[in-house]
């Protein structure tokens, strides 16, 4: 079974920077690609960035140029750095990974329970 954990969360002043992680652990085939999503209150959850096998990456266009997505694959490990934070970047950000099991090569889509990222003006 496989599963995700996130970490790095927390509260910065506007400008600042955080950088969250998500592992993936359990029986892994391959990961084909890991991002993460962001859900603000009273909106929708929206695609911020991912990362796709071959280190392709897509951003948000708010996000663009401010964070960063990488993946240490080796640790199944994805992470985003975000630099120059905003107010209206607070919201809980969700890690979200998809990929193949290892005992049955079955597809998978697994979302981590979410971390806060509040940004104070």
């Known amino acids: 079974q496989v599963q995700l954990v996130e970490s790095g969360g927390g509260l910065v002043q506007a400008g600042g920077s955080l950088r969250l992680s998500c592992a993936a652990s359990?029986?892994?085939?391959?990961?084909?690609?890991m991002g993460w999503y962001r859900q603000a209150p009273g909106k929708q959850r929206e695609l911020v960035a991912v990362?796709?096998?071959?280190?392709?990456?897509n951003y948000a266009d708010s996000v663009k140029g401010r964070f960063t997505i990488s993946r240490d694959n080796a640790k199944n490990t994805v992470y985003l750095q975000m630099n120059s934070l905003k107010p209206e970047d607070t919201a809980i950000y969700y890690c979200?990974?998809?990929?193949?099991?290892?005992?049955?090569?079955?597809?998978?889509?697994?979302w981590g329970q979410g971390t806060l990222v509040t940004v104070s003006s």
């Open positions: 979200n990974a998809k990929g193949l099991s290892g005992r049955t090569f079955r597809y998978f889509e697994l």
């Open positions: 359990g029986s892994i085939f391959s990961i084909n690609a």
């Open positions: 990362i796709i096998s071959g280190d392709s990456t």
